[in-house]
């Protein structure tokens, strides 16, 4: 995708060049491609395209500097008692609740996410984190192992150290929070460099960590594209990186990684399966649907885009389904009536409308929606109504990429075991979920589904007690719940000898 540093821009000013002490693995040209990966990055409203803000992406030098703050923070919060380190962590769950309608607002506007969205879910999801590993960071104890009268054994869990997140533009303070809470917990320090079309929220969520009295340097931002994503894997001083962001990056994140041989988290794409049973209840179906196709404009990595219906309620489905959406309400993301907003880019835009073309070149039947011209401020903003597909089939591009859009393929089925084969065939596995009244049928469907993240009789709710990640090219490691610790720790064993040595020299 075209991203900001397409958009008309007078100068490129000097890139951040390195300073002295340069400690980065690979050598690095300093040419025309250097200054425009290096040059400022310029945030627009999605909804208007007029800017938001100019920020300064990121070079060595500040890398640099950044991680050698980091390095000095992690040692003194390292050094904290698990417990001491979730008070401050709750502290920051505090703060960031009593900045939901402010920092709501400053989301919306540089997503193009509704303000009824944001205002419940973005910042509340991102407190629920940080509450949540703050209360767990004292539990994550190790073990004792008996090793028999003469010796015993022991596990520490560790911190790994300086963390890199990086992240993507969809949920932008979400996944900001959904990586350093767990991090900092487990007593890292995170640089984050958030996505360059989304850049805002992280600065506050810097800003709210500092006040909550965590050490200077302990979570820091960098802005930048992927040139600086690539600065901040290579440095020697990173032990991990954690991305969002789609499943080419993932590849070429996880190679940059294995020259460290760093250890990687990597939440990706998906392109997931909805089955809806003939004897679903049907209003919580087209609901379920609704949820994982439209919330968001469809930007969410999660949704359930090839929605299986069963033949015998495909029409009563589909016409539920219409009647809900015609009267959804698409416009300003800061009008709190707004359900549908802007989506990220003139460009995403355009990927979207293509795949919106293509699916009615390929023979499908586009049953509603389509990208639209708002009037007044709006008129230079990305729009697309719902879409909804019918009369497709599991092989065009619409059922098999990722469009990241509000666009729903409606899949007829009628064979149970034939459904799972067609979810299942796809080379993405990050969730599924299953719409049916019996559960025995539901739990027997969902263990033979190849995704990580899945639901029965709804869609796209992520607790924070629960994992969240996926199987196949959709990810590596899983964010969320207790399992979060162990990506973000290393185990130490420890041997303790209670007698002589028994040596045989
Ligand atoms: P991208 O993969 O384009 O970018 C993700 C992040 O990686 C951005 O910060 C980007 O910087 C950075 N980046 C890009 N290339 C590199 C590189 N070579 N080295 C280091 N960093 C790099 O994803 P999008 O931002 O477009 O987000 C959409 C994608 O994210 C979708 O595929 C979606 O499914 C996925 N996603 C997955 C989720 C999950 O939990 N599984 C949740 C949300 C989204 P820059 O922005 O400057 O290009």
Not at 6 to 13: E, F, G, K, N, T
Not at 116 to 139: H, I, K, P, R
Not at 424 to 440: P, S
Request: glycine share 10%; aromatic share 6%.
């Amino acid at each position: 995708m075209t991203k900001s540093h397409d958009l008309p821009r007078p100068d490129l000013p000097r890139p951040d060049l390195p300073g002295p002490e340069y400690r980065f693995a690979d050598n690095i040209a300093f040419d025309d491609q250097w200054a425009a990966d290096f040059a400022p990055i310029i945030t627009v409203n999605p909804a208007t395209n007029q800017i938001l803000a100019e920020l300064q992406a990121a070079g060595p030098q500040e890398i640099n500097q950044k991680l050698a703050r980091a390095k000095d923070a992690q040692r003194q919060w390292a050094a904290l008692t698990p417990a001491e380190r979730g008070r401050k962590l709750r502290r920051v769950a505090d703060l960031l609740r009593a900045e939901n309608d402010a920092l709501a607002r400053l989301e919306s506007q540089d997503t193009g996410k509704p303000i009824q969205e944001t205002l419940v879910v973005d910042v509340a999801s991102g407190a629920e984190c940080f509450e949540y590993f703050a209360a767990v960071a004292a539990t994550d104890t190790g073990d004792y192992v008996d090793l028999g009268q003469n010796a015993f054994g022991y596990t520490r869990r560790e911190p790994i150290g300086v963390v890199a997140a990086i992240g993507a533009w969809n949920y932008p303070l979400q996944i900001a929070c959904w990586k350093s809470a767990p991090a900092l917990a487990a007593g890292n320090a995170v640089i984050f460099k958030p996505a360059e079309l989304t850049p805002l929220s992280a600065i506050e969520l810097e800003r709210i960590i500092q006040r909550a009295g965590l050490p200077d340097g302990i979570f820091t931002v960098v802005q930048g594209r992927a040139a600086t994503g690539q600065l901040l894997i290579a440095h020697q001083d990173i032990g991990k990186v954690s991305l969002t962001g789609e499943v080419g990056t993932g590849k070429r994140v996880m190679r940059a990684a294995a020259a460290g041989l760093k250890r990687v988290t990597l939440e990706l794409g998906g392109k997931s399966p909805m089955i809806i049973f003939a004897d679903a209840d049907l209003d919580d179906a087209v609901s379920g649907a609704m949820i994982g196709n439209f919330y968001s404009a469809g930007e969410v990595c999660s949704n359930g885009t090839r929605v299986y219906v069963h033949d015998d309620i495909r029409a009563e489905f589909i016409d539920r389904l219409l009647t809900r959406i015609n009267r959804m309400v698409i416009g300003d993301p800061l009008d709190p009536r707004t359900q549908i907003g802007a989506v990220i880019s003139p460009q995403h835009h355009q990927k979207i409308m293509n795949y919106i073309e293509a699916g009615q070149r390929q023979g499908a039947i586009l049953l509603c929606g389509g990208g639209v011209s708002l009037a007044g401020e709006l008129k230079g903003g990305n729009f697309v109504r719902p879409c909804v597909f019918d009369g497709g089939h599991d092989d065009m591009a619409i059922a098999r990429e990722e469009i990241f859009g509000p666009v729903m393929t409606i899949l007829p089925f009628t064979d149970e075991s034939d459904v799972i084969a067609r979810a299942n065939n796809t080379e993405f596995g990050l969730a599924a979920g299953v719409f049916t009244r019996d559960l025995a049928r539901g739990h027997r469907v969902i263990a033979q589904l190849r995704a990580g993240t899945c639901w029965i009789n709804h869609y796209n709710v992520t607790p924070v007690e629960l994992p969240f990640g996926g199987m196949k090219l959709s990810g590596i490691g899983r964010e969320n719940s207790r399992l979060a610790l162990d990506h973000f720790s290393e185990i130490k064993s420890v041997y303790v000898n209670l007698s002589k040595v028994d040596a045989p020299y």
